[in-house]
Structure formats: C-alpha cells, structure tokens
Nanobody, 115 residues
Framework: QVQVVESGGGLVQAGGSLRLSCAASGSIFRFNAMSWYRRAPGKQRELVASITSGGTTNYADSVKGRVTISRDNAKNTVYLQMNSLKPEGTAVYYC?????????WGQGTQVTVSS
C-alpha cells in the first residue's frame, strides 16, 4: 500500500514564500516522476511543476522563475519552493507520484495568498 501525503500549506501574504512537501511511503520499488498540481476555486486543475527521476524539471509558464521543484530520492519526497507568491496562487495543491508505473494522489494542501 502506497500513501502520498502533502504538507506545508497555509496562509501567506502576497510576496511571501511557502515550501510544500510531498512524502510517499509504503511498498515502493521504483520512484518515478513526481508532479505538483493545483486547483483554484472555480477553475480546473493545472500542472504547476514536475520532476523526473533523473531530476529534469518542467514548470508552468505562470510560475517560472518563482517556483522550484526538487526531490530527495532517499526520502521518497518532493518539494515545491514557492517564492513571490501572488493572490492568484490561492488553490489546493496536490502531489502526484508515479510509483511502480502507477499514479498516486495526495489529499491536497491548501495555500491561501492574501493581497
């Protein structure tokens, strides 16, 4: 059984920073790509950033230069460092982990950016 758990969300003022974490646990043989998505109120879920097992990263245009995704394979954990946050960044952030060729989703963590 594999579990994916996000943490690190909260309330922050515009211009502030937050660091989200996503930890995978359980029976894991191969820890592949991991991604962060977000769903803002009234909007569809969108990809924020992704990182392959080899460390190749990809970012949405809306967050480039302000967000950094990284991973610690020894801990089966991926991080999302978000700087210069904007009110439009208010959303529930979800982690998606591809583990042993299956996709697992976390429960989400709320990020609220006040203006």
């Amino acid at each position: 059984q594999v579990q994916v758990v996000e943490s690190g969300g909260g309330l922050v003022q515009a211009g502030g920073s937050l660091r989200l974490s996503c930890a995978a646990s359980g029976s894991i043989f191969r820890f592949n790509a991991m991604s962060w998505y977000r769903r803002a109120p009234g909007k569809q879920r969108e990809l924020v950033a992704s990182i392959t097992s080899g460390g190749t990263t990809n970012y949405a245009d809306s967050v480039k230069g302000r967000v950094t995704i990284s991973r610690d394979n020894a801990k089966n954990t991926v991080y999302l460092q978000m700087n210069s946050l904007k009110p439009e960044g208010t959303a529930v952030y979800y982690c998606n982990a591809n583990i042993d060729a299956r996709n697992y989703w976390g429960q989400g963590t709320q990020v609220t950016v006040s203006s």
